[in-house]
């Protein structure tokens, strides 16, 4: 089924039957905090530059419970919901091109990243580049690919 390019600010209440993938590309969603429960089980969902900002945990519980290929690059995702590395995810994921903000709460991002099998572009996902975001006085920052540095100093950020 495919919705993209449509303007649409939110994911549609009911699909086809049978529906395998679901493009919603290139729309105006926004923040992904509810989704309807009422969807069935899509195998792929295309959610690739839709002008997301947020996923709250409760709308990324439903889309991992509802697909088994959920792409999201090419959004305006700055932090992704940490439920992601806290339950046994079956769903492969796409993440790049999102303006991640890396610094030391996203800690976790990172680690999961590295031991995640299922995300499928994690060597392409990057911080947000051009914007420092620790503090001189933290014990870490990331920088460029969430890759983490020990007390790097500011000099080596500018």
């Excluded at 995810?89 to 999102?98: A, Y």
Aim: hydrophobic share 35%.
């Amino acid at each position: 089924m495919n919705c993209s390019y449509n303007n649409m600010t939110k994911l549609p209440d009911q699909v086809l039957p049978r529906t395998e993938l679901l493009i919603m590309t290139g729309n105006n969603l926004g923040n992904l905090h509810s989704i309807p429960d009422n969807i069935p089980e899509i195998n792929e969902l295309d959610l690739n530059r839709s002008n997301i900002k947020t996923i709250s945990d409760k709308g990324l519980k439903t889309l991992l419970m509802k697909t088994k290929k959920l792409y999201l690059t090419n959004n305006k995702l700055q932090q992704f919901p940490r439920l992601a590395e806290k339950k046994k995810i079956l769903t492969e994921f796409w993440l790049s091109e999102n303006p991640f903000e890396c610094n030391c709460d996203m800690m976790w991002m990172r680690d999961w990243l590295q031991n995640a099998t299922n995300v499928m572009d994690k060597d392409q996902i990057k911080c947000r580049e051009g914007r420092y975001q620790g503090k001189q006085n933290q014990d870490c920052v990331f920088v460029h690919q969430f890759i983490f540095v020990s007390r790097l100093p500011m000099s080596l950020l500018l």
